[in-house]
């Protein structure tokens, strides 16, 4: 038995779930709708104010895709009740972060600044010149725009130059030291 896939996920007040004869579960909240097709093999239904997903035999794909779904199901209803969200940190020499409308300019060293818009259901805020927070409800689209950003400027690991998540910790190799006495 799946340990993630026979955990109940509960529905918060205000989220309701529809499951269509296609077997594609749409959750609307009050943030914003998502949906997700789900394996002919898994099935989604509503219990108790909670959902529930079985699986209709034990091979081995169909375990895998039990506790899979589940997860992503999971990550829906959270995502429509509260959002999700990416802190970047720009470190650097004159290295900052503007935003004009709905898209960010970046300045991280470049011999032009790099522009980014917006995608659909993703909004970029900027506490600070070197900051920038990603928000949405799809996880997996926040996480990929978050990726794309910090690829455009990769951490140089000799002077910590770069953009990395606020939470990463990045360490610090050691110069040269050849000549030196």
Known sequence: MSRIGKLPIALPKGVSVKVSDAN???VKGP???LSEK???DVTVREEKGSLLLERGNDERQNV????????LVFNMVKGVTDGYEKSLLVAGVGYKVLKQGNKIVLN???SHPVEMEEPKGITFSLPTPTEIVVKGIDKELVGQIAANIKAIRPVEPYHNYGIRYKTERVIKKEGK???KK
Do not use: D, K
């Not at 895998?64 to 997860?71: D, I, M, P, T, V």
């Open 108 to 110: 991280v060293g470049y």
């Open 24 to 26: 594609v579960v749409t």
């Open 38 to 40: 789900v394996n002919g």
């Open 177 to 179: 030291t050849a000549g």
């Open 64 to 71: 895998a895709f039990h506790g899979l779904y589940r997860a």
């Open 31 to 33: 943030l914003g709708e």
